[in-house]
């Protein structure tokens, strides 16, 4: 099964190709610093410069947390929680490390064009 | 089956039933205001003064957003992403508001002792 | 929030009503007997005489198996896995008993019309 | 983020990694003839000739149907519904397809040692 991963859009010339692979992308923003023990914010979004419909039989229906190969959170949507309207599906996870690094991926499942693999963030815990 | 329910723990004499309550109960904390088609963050915390465990046998497994009896997210935790000790699970979800009122709830589920349902929240749209 | 409850339809009068309350309610069917230590066989039907739609806005998005206040498994459909077309969305689960008694419901939950509790079937385990 | 896949595991020599990856492996075992418009048995089933342990802290927690790169459906088994004892997680869907083939695959989640996929399975539609 394909595990469709981000590639740079400023490096994709045609339009059309920067939208569909932008709009589909999970991006996972850590937010501050990891410390051991504390919870730690990080934000998983979908998209970055362009937006995907939240259609009844065309939506993203999931997101999933993953540190290595462990997953720490899944999140389900329903169609129609972001409006019917072109959106980008974001949540907040709040997770405790214990281990002095982090190697963070998101993937995002979208009904219509599978999943999508985002870059691993490396999170450094003090 | 039975679904638990919030109690006003100020109400509550024993020091240990204060504590089994509130480290059950799910509380929807709204962020801002809510506008029609904008994006709007919806914080939900399982506890509010006391911590749950995050042990492997016993922990709070999942997060369900409701409005009304429509489903609008659901987000699920693996054990130890509260990194084993005692927190409170949070998550912020972010959803698009299309009607003029939200009747927000949740319900969050401990491993060991069942589904607790928050109080309503009612949020005006503009 | 409201969880819908089965009624005994051949109680009821009207045929649309009949209809809503059996396309929607979950049933548990246990297969064959019980015995500690294997694997037990559950099937959770959506629907007994009536057919509910596998519409994208519009279907029964996921099922939930408990023993009294434990879950055991939740299973989430995509839309279309039926075909689209009117159907009985309906899975096969396999537990394994550890207790001489189990009190077995199902949720199920209805993207339009919300949750629906089955009756509780207890299980005496050999 | 690596997807664990099957190997045949009589080309494997040692005993401890012949188990290894049987244990994990997802088998999707259509059951009969697939007909348009009608109901179709798929098991799913983790582990052919060898057992994977079900306790809290390991255990296989999901697994997910696809055809192609759309999700049919997942289920999600809490620690303990196989008895806290090895077994191999079972779970029967009912599927509908409209298409003249399908190609199913499984993804299973262990929560020690990732997602496993298992070999395609193509099926024809009359």
């Given amino acids: 099964m394909k595990i469709n991963r981000y590639q740079d859009i400023s490096e994709v010339e045609k339009e059309a190709k920067k939208d569909y ?3 589909h992308s999970a991006f996972v923003h850590p937010q ?4 051991k023990g504390e919870k730690f914010k990080v934000k998983v979004k979908v998209g970055d410069e362009y937006l995907h419909p939240d259609d009844f039989d065309h939506y993203v229906a999931w997101i999933q947390l993953w540190d290595g190969e462990t997953q720490l959170a899944q999140v389900n949507m329903n169609a129609g929680a972001l409006g019917n309207a072109p959106s980008q599906l974001e949540v907040d996870f709040y997770i405790v490390p214990t281990k002095s690094k982090m190697k963070l991926t998101a993937h995002a499942y979208c009904t219509k064009h599978g999943i999508w693999e985002s870059d691993e963030v490396v999170v450094t815990v003090a």
């Fill in 32 to 35: 501050g610093d990891a410390k």
């Fill in 21 to 23: 692979i932008d709009r």
